[in-house]
DNA sequence: TTTTTTCCCAGTATATCAGTATGTTGATAT
DNA sequence: ATATCAACATACTGATATACTGGGAAAAAA
């Protein structure tokens, strides 16, 4: 299994991607998409949710495209995997089935440990910080 | 998505249930399933893993069973997740497939922070961690 | 030799992922 | 007005994985 998909991990790409292509205008999700070498089709569906979400604004007709709605450093990488993913939990007991066998549960705090370690770590970096490219700044928290 | 399905949480619940019920016996896997009602059949799956990498040790006929192959303290989390999922990565261009973009990747490193991060802390922990009934241990790392 | 329990192989329903296809709406330029 | 451009909307599809179930064979003990 996998924690995170396509959507988030081209959502990401999408979003460094304008954030480095950014003047005042609108950028057309063809030219992202040539650029990241991913269907425009299947963006649409993932750029659709940025939007609704205000992490981007879209405008149509000629001269249109996409714009980010925040700073780079305003977005947090935590925030567009929990909203492409759904959720960033590693296990199903701590979201849509909350197991009946809480009480007598050995692993629980081990899952929500893993949880809250996945959740900072990912809440730590923002589209800036990855727009980087000295490779600095993932030193992950020892 | 999800990082660990059934297979990973049911395989902790195992072992810590032998862990706890161990004495000198082979523990039958049907008293397993049903102390932890988990079907004994999808089970069984899941038990051959741990017996084919030496994590436990199974017997046949009367009398027979599954018995832990290490102490507690030396069966480590994160090996026995990792063998359960067949990978703890995060995002597929870890694994399956090295993605051609490698060079131009601004989110490589984050994803290998986080994989890292991962990691680090499914490896903290052994099935005898696990067992505390006192819930302390799993700070995770600050 | 019968019972017990692990071991082995195969199949199946459901869901999700990753992507495609077809069209509609709205903004701009001519 | 109307043609064009690009976002927006909906529906569909193939492949893969998950979470099981079922039937039986092999081995160890009574």
């Known amino acids: ?28 999700l063809k030219d992202i998409a040539e650029r990241q070498e991913i269907s425009e089709k299947y963006l649409e569906s993932i750029v659709k949710q940025l939007v609704s979400n205000k992490i981007l604004t879209g405008l149509r007709g000629k001269g249109g495209g996409y714009k980010l709605a925040k700073t780079p450093d305003e977005i947090v990488v935590g925030d567009v995997l929990r909203l492409m993913e759904g959720s960033l939990a590693p296990v199903a007991c701590l979201e849509d089935k909350p197991c009946p066998r809480v009480a007598e549960c050995r692993t629980l705090e081990f899952w929500r440990g893993l949880d809250e370690t996945i ?20 030193d992950y928290i020892i």
């Open 1 to 28: 299994m996998m924690l995170i998909s396509t959507k988030g991990r081209y959502a990401l790409r999408v979003l460094i991607d304008m954030a480095e292509h950014s003047g005042n205008d609108y950028i057309k």
């Open 119 to 138: 959740r900072r770590y990912a809440d730590s970096f923002t589209v800036a910080d990855l727009m980087r490219t000295d490779n600095a700044g993932f």
